[in-house]
């Protein structure tokens, strides 16, 4: 019974991470402008993986996604390809959890090798954790640098909101995987100690019972 409540909190818990790792792929500020001490500003800018937009202080945006590849920057496309691998591990994540559940009868219905499904979920999860936390860590360590370093003539921009939904994603998921793997339990029988004779026969027993004496050998036998 317990396993069976963390194998269905460590689902939930990789269910909400992969709908995070969602959002925050999705996410078109990861990175926004900063205006330093300016009370006022006419417009703002922001970018994600895929896209840059502008705001004006009338509130109208205009996004405009990135037409080359080669032209981007290396950790850019390195943060796109780990977050891509981390919603593909992620979504396996989500089948096996499903499949291993002891409560469903998807799959097997063995008890170990269900166990041993969880565990392979788990892993998928700790492992799509791992890229997005990558992914993100990387992504705002240019950020920080580009903002601290004097000598940077461009853009200075800061944190944006689709890092912190992939660094809950990263802790959501590593989370659930942990406590997947966690419930897995082998159901080998344990070892008896000693052994066991078994012993059948096709031919029914008979048991040796001695007669009773009888009265007259009795008295024969007491002078």
Request: net charge positive.
């Amino acid at each position: 019974m317990a396993s069976t409540v963390f194998q269905l909190m460590g689902m939930f818990l990789g269910i909400v991470g992969w709908c995070l790792e969602s959002s925050s792929i999705n996410s078109a500020v990861w990175r926004k402008s900063s205006h330093g001490e300016a009370v006022v500003t006419a417009s703002s800018q922001f970018e994600g993986l895929w896209m840059s937009c502008a705001s004006n202080s009338l509130g109208a945006i205009h996004c405009q996604r990135f037409k080359t590849v080669l032209g981007l920057s290396g950790y850019i496309q390195a943060c796109r390809a780990l977050m891509i691998i981390a919603l593909i591990l992620g979504l396996l994540g989500v089948i096996l959890a499903a499949m291993g559940l002891k409560c469903t009868k998807l799959g097997s219905t063995s008890e170990e090798t269900k166990g041993k499904i969880s565990l392979t979920a788990g892993i998928m999860f700790i492992l799509s954790g791992v890229c997005v936390m990558v992914a993100v860590s990387w992504y705002a360590a240019r950020v920080v640098q580009e903002f601290t370093n004097p000598f940077y003539g461009g853009t200075k921009y800061e944190l944006g909101a689709g890092l912190y939904l992939g660094w809950a994603a990263a802790t959501m998921a590593i989370l659930g995987g942990g406590i997947l793997c966690s419930s897995f339990k082998s159901s080998r029988p344990a070892q008896t100690r000693g052994h066991d004779y078994k012993y059948s026969s096709t031919q029914p027993q008979k048991i040796y019972m001695p007669a009773p004496a009888s009265e007259n050998s009795a008295s024969k036998a007491y002078v």
